[in-house]
């Protein structure tokens, strides 16, 4: 599992969160809410918990 830190405006973490839970080759497990940065109003920092999706197998009937 990864711990990830993300820091940006609110529009470009919310553009990352969503590119993360599209990817088919990652499971977001948890996403935070933003917090504000200390000193600035304009960049926000939030944190994810992702894993490493295993491979799916197809299924022939």
């Known amino acids: 599992m990864l711990k ?3 820091q940006g ?3 470009d973490l919310h553009w990352f969160r969503r ?3 599209r ?6 497990k948890e996403v935070s809410e933003p917090f ?13 918990e992702v894993e490493k999706r295993e491979k799916q ?3 022939i009937d």
């Open 23 to 28: 990817n088919e080759g990652v499971e977001v």
């Open 57 to 59: 197998t197809k299924e």
């Open 36 to 48: 504000a940065n200390k000193g600035t109003n304009k960049y926000f920092r939030m944190y994810a």
């Open 4 to 6: 990830i830190r993300m």
């Open 9 to 11: 405006t609110k529009k």
């Open 19 to 21: 590119l993360l839970e």
